[in-house]
């Protein structure tokens, strides 16, 4: 994991998201396919998509832990367009939902004869009154969780200014001054300051990392319960609409950033 930095291993999941895309699609254009060889490999081809999922988010929290700051919270292998939106490092959990009832409109739209006659889709625009429910119900309480993650991120930003930061900023640009007209005595001040600055840096840096684990956590819980709430059939339109947004925002953000230099 090691030999490889999280900006590397990013293109190479892109890539495998991109060959689970293809297969999602031949999965909905063989549908017409209903025996149980057919479900049976649907199943295992989502079971792939969401393991799939599963490892980016444990290598993702490998370097997290390894350094938070380091492109995590400010990555360089996405596009500035794509940047602009991110909440924590990723995508907002909340954005599954809307992800989910867009396409579940776009389908209704697009087959509401059938549903006026009375025939099922099976699809997305399917969703039944109990599903609708369970949605709401998880909707309301990713909101509040996201909600509390951005406040708990909020306070440790804030604690860049809290007193011991601004005594040891001061500190510092004093001892540098009186360096600067020399000493020995300064010098050792000013490298003692400097030690107890790194220290008091990694403590806030160990509660970013927190956060961004918290968020990493409901990111992917938002994605297991949403795709728990599913049929197999609407699991694989969501899993299907997902990747694509995902891959072509980012193509069009590098696209985005290429035209403009």
């Keep these: 994991m090691d030999q490889e930095s999280f900006g ?38 989502m079971k792939r998509v969401m393991e799939h999922y599963e490892h980016y988010y444990r290598v993702k929290s490998h370097w997290v832990e390894k350094d938070a700051l ?3 919270l400010s990555p360089s292998w996405i596009s500035s367009f794509e940047d602009a939106f991110l909440w924590l490092g990723g995508w907002r959990p909340t954005m599954a939902f809307h992800l989910l009832y867009s396409k579940s409109g776009l389908q209704l739209e697009g087959r509401l004869l059938d549903l006026i ?16 429910v369970k949605i709401d119900t998880l909707q309301r309480g990713v909101v ?39 000493g020995e005595q300064n010098n050792r001040d000013l490298s003692m300051v400097e030690e107890e600055l790194k220290l008091a ?30 049929t197999s059939t609407q699991r694989v339109h969501f899993l299907i609409a997902a990747a694509e947004l995902h891959l072509r925002i980012h193509e069009w953000g590098l696209k985005r950033d290429s035209d403009q230099r």
């Design 8 to 45: 590397e291993f990013f293109k190479k999941w892109m890539k495998e998201q991109n060959q689970y895309l293809t297969e999602l699609i031949s999965t909905v254009k063989g549908g017409g396919n209903k025996d149980n060889d057919g479900d049976i490999v649907a199943e295992a081809l």
């Design 70 to 72: 380091a492109g995590i």
């Design 117 to 132: 006659h009375g025939l099922s889709t099976g699809d997305l625009a399917d969703l039944s009154s109990h599903q609708v």
């Design 144 to 182: 509040k969780q996201e909600k509390e993650i951005t406040e708990k991120m909020a306070k440790y930003q804030e604690t860049i200014a809290d007193p011991s930061m601004v005594e040891l900023s001061h500190m510092a640009t004093k001892f540098k001054m009186e360096t600067s007209g020399g």
């Design 201 to 230: 840096l990694a403590g806030k840096e160990d509660g970013l990392k927190e956060v961004v684990k918290m968020a990493d956590e409901l990111r992917l819980g938002t994605l297991k319960q949403i795709i728990g709430i599913l």
